[in-house]
């Protein structure tokens, strides 16, 4: 039953800080547009689903597409800072300024270059966010080579992008999901924040901002907890890829 003493716990500690909020809510008499009661949002999403649905799934694809490219060019140029040291040296201080762009900055920059209609821009925000994580993680996995391996490779003769196929980057899986763990919810994120700002309005943050707008905040709240749940979807949807990817790892965790 390790299933339930992993789930079981949170699941009441979810339940009861819902309900004190509802107390907390009602008895205190707060205002909606400070914080709505949970019964007034559960109410909404329910109303609301279809267009919660609608948007998360706009949101969703803006934030899975940026999610793989942004994975992709990460992993390539680790493995390619692993195998060139002078690249490492000029990749790390670039990763580090592309993690230090504010979304709130990048979003407009970038929605002024492309159509008003074009969801390009949130995706490229997406794939700029995911980079730094993938990347960092993916570096230091394939820096952790066992020197056992290492020395059998030499053995062959194998080429340093024979060796990063066939030892480092298997050697690096475990880097590589946890950084895909971490970028898969910032993904969400960036996708979400970066519909603030202008562009097609069928997504999670446009109709948050327009709910908002109209004094909806209940509204606007159901609309985040889509939000909230799809950014935990992509988030279990990488830990069952972990575990198809590698289930001796998870054996050995058992």
Known sequence: MKWARAIVPPLVFGVAAIALWQVIVVA??????????????????????????????????????????????????????SRFRPLAEVSLPFAAVLNALPIIALAPILNNMFESTSSLPRRLVAGIIVFFPVFINTLRGLREVNPIHQELMHTYAASGWTFARKVRLPGALPHVFTGLRQASSLAVIAAVVAEYFGGLQNGLGSR???????????????????????????????????????????????
């Open 28 to 81: 205190g008499r707060i205002a909606p547009f400070i914080l709505p009661a949970p019964a007034a949002i559960w109410d909404e999403l329910v109303d609301q689903r279809r267009n919660v649905w609608e948007a998360a799934l706009a949101s969703g694809e803006n934030a899975l597409i940026g999610l793989i490219g942004g994975s992709v060019v990460a992993v390539l140029a680790a493995m390619a800072s």
């Open 208 to 254: 948050i901002t327009s709910a908002a707008a109209f004094t909806a905040y209940p509204r606007a709240w159901a609309f985040v907890v889509g939000a909230c749940l799809l950014g935990l979807a992509f988030y279990l949807t990488t830990l069952l890829l972990e575990r198809l990817a590698m289930p001796w790892r998870t054996r050995l965790i058992a």
